[in-house]
């Protein structure tokens, strides 16, 4: 019996069933009475929905969350957004380290597929130097945004407060605010919005990135090379930021931006273009965008951060492996190079599994939000189409409807954010049988495509 249970529990399942119990604690510890505020009832549902959300850092809600929960309840939601956005393999080697407990094979086997890595050996290192990096991060963020808000807040204690929630929100990509009101009262302070973004940015970016930053300046960049999965995930990162904003701009520039200064129209651009990637915060009421941006700001959501980072979505590198074969395809080539690199095949294999996961879900999953919320007159087309790329991106981005929406379908959209977090090859591995050899082979034959 003992042994049947282990041969079904693989680490991808076992990844899921460890998600899907720190969901259901974190719901059970945000509805109990000391999570709430004097007078407020919190529905087990609601407090549910507020869970899947942090653990998913995705940051669409039911809840405001500075007039419903506690200090203690914030505490809960916080420590929520820690354990999905750097990951339960990450804090649970933090805690076998902690109690100097000697982490074994088929632990290092979860920790390399919860990181989505390919390398079994140094894992464990790879863990600590992620979790203390994050820490680090989390904290200057929180310094620096703190120490700011001694100008914005009535105390000390309040400023802190404030800015270690944004910080760690921001670095997290998990989109919640203790404001009430996101970022939108530092619409025009460009000074939080740039460390923000410099937040969004690190967690966004993947953490193997982050690592090899950290090595490059420990080691002067004395024969350091980076990685070709860093090369591809920064070039694809940063240009799909640039050509977001850009594509903001336009669409924008004579309807919401008009009017308005060139660096107003800038920030609010970059910003967008930024935080509609996986973190989910903003600087203004998103449904104020027309349709056309609507739908680019939703591309954005569905492409999502880098794997191995805080984010959702698609990924950068599922999208540069994709326009690179097809670039390849174009030019007559059988293979896929970039960078003085062949891209494994494989590794296409996937991006295309990815891909055609994804864009059948999310169709599937707009087609039936649509049947649910039928004659509800709160809830449009482009409103689902965008409520549900940002569950599934993790985005956190709305247009407002989240709380007009039925329970089916908001259920169905917890189903979507928690795919979003553990991701599509994880959930796609868990339930792929093991691979037999086959003694056969029939007579092949060419198929018509396209």
Known sequence: MKKGLEQFMTPFRMII???????????????????HQAGVNLSYFEAFFTSVSAVSVTGLTLINVSDTLSYTGVFFLA???????????????FVWMLFKRKINLSQRLLIMVDQNQYQFSGMVKLMRGILLLALAIEAVGALILGTYYLQHFDTIGEAYYQG??????????????????????????YYVQFIILLLIFAGAIGFPVLMEVREYFMTKGNRFKFSLFTKVTVTTYFLIFILGAVGIWVLE????????????QFFYSIFNSATARSAGLSTMEVSSFTLPTLLFISSLMIIGASPSSVGGGIRTTTLAVMFLSIRSFALGKSEVKVFGREIHPEDKQKAF????????????????ISAFEQGNADV????????TSSA???????????????????VLLMVLMFI????????????????????????TERMIIG
């Not at 420590?79 to 080697?93: D, K, P, R």
């Not at 985005?395 to 379908?409: D, E, F, P, V, Y």
């Open 17 to 35: 069933v460890a998600y899907v119990i720190s969901m259901f604690l974190f719901s059970f510890l945000l509805w109990m009475p000391f999570s």
């Open 253 to 264: 520039k004579d309807m919401f931006y008009d009017g308005m200064a060139w660096h107003q």
């Open 420 to 443: 979003g977090r553990v991701g599509i090859l994880v959930l796609l591995f868990s339930v792929k049988r093991k691979e037999t050899k086959s003694h056969y082979r029939y007579p």
């Open 392 to 410: 599934f991106g993790t985005s956190g981005l709305s247009t407002g409807i989240t709380q007009s929406l039925s329970s089916a379908s908001l």
């Open 164 to 189: 270690s929630f944004a910080a760690l929100s921001a670095f997290t990509n998990a989109g919640f605010d203790v404001t009430g009101q996101s970022l939108i009262p530092f619409a025009n302070d």
């Open 353 to 368: 599994m990815v891909l055609s996961f994804f864009l059948f879900g999310l169709f599937s999953a707009v087609t039936l």
């Open 79 to 93: 420590l929520a957004m820690q354990v999905g956005g750097i990951g339960i393999m990450s804090l649970g080697t």
């Open 380 to 387: 449009e087309l482009i409103d689902i189409i965008f409520e």
